[in-house]
């Protein structure tokens, strides 16, 4: 089974840069998107051979969720059950009868780390109890862009932004929190060497001279590692400021 996670930057302008042929190229049996920036019925493009199922964000063309998958869900849910954090849009999870999948867009802690408590103090605590409570029904795997690079072979330039949003010692805590709820980085599991990263700035050319971050994961359930295939990061491909990841799991 082919998973795959993207945060597109924009459903509607991913869809004019390559999105389609990607995945027709692709064939992914589920690709979860984060950032689509609007709502179901702006969306006019059909996806065949997926059913769609959608959390846009109460404020428009902000934050966003989507799953497009070939199987049919038992059940699909959008939020994580508190209201003060279900407005952005930012969960879906889908009961796909083996595991549960969690499509997340974990919130920014901003430039001037206006976010950073609510983030680290309050989002991610929530965010755990959530993973934890599905857990206990059947193994879970969580998706998306975390907005964190956990560890310095995660980022080009980690002494240069040791307290930036995205690497602060608050946020990289909070994932390791996270994964010691009984979760492995499943890109880490195959690879434990550094240089390939999933965002780049849109500034100074950062891309081509792949200055990144490694800020986008799919983590599963440490009782799912034995049908861990392979994980992927799929660099090349452009449109947005973030690559699709991926993961393959065996029967």
Known sequence: MKLISWNVNGIRSILGKGFMDYLEAEQPDVIC???????????PQTFEG???FWNAAT????????????KKPVSVFNGIGRAEHDNEGRVISA????FFLVNVYTPNSKRELTRLDYRTREWTPAFIDHLVALEKTKPVIFCGDLNVAHHEIDL???????????FTLQERKAFDLTLAAGFVDTFRHFEPRGGRYTWWSYQSGARERNIGWR???FCASSKLTPKLQSAFIHDHITGSDHC???????A
Not at 33 to 43: C, G, S, T
Not at 59 to 70: C, D, E, F, M, V
């Open 59 to 70: 404020k428009p063309g902000y934050s966003g969720t989507a799953i497009l998958t070939r």
């Open 244 to 250: 699709p990841v991926g993961l393959v799991l065996g």
């Open 95 to 98: 009961d796909m009868g083996d």
């Open 215 to 217: 800020i986008d994961y």
């Open 33 to 43: 998107l984060q950032e689509v920036k609007a709502r179901e019925e702006q969306v």
């Open 50 to 52: 997926y059913e769609v």
């Open 156 to 166: 080009a330039r980690p002494k240069d932004n040791t307290h930036n949003a995205g």
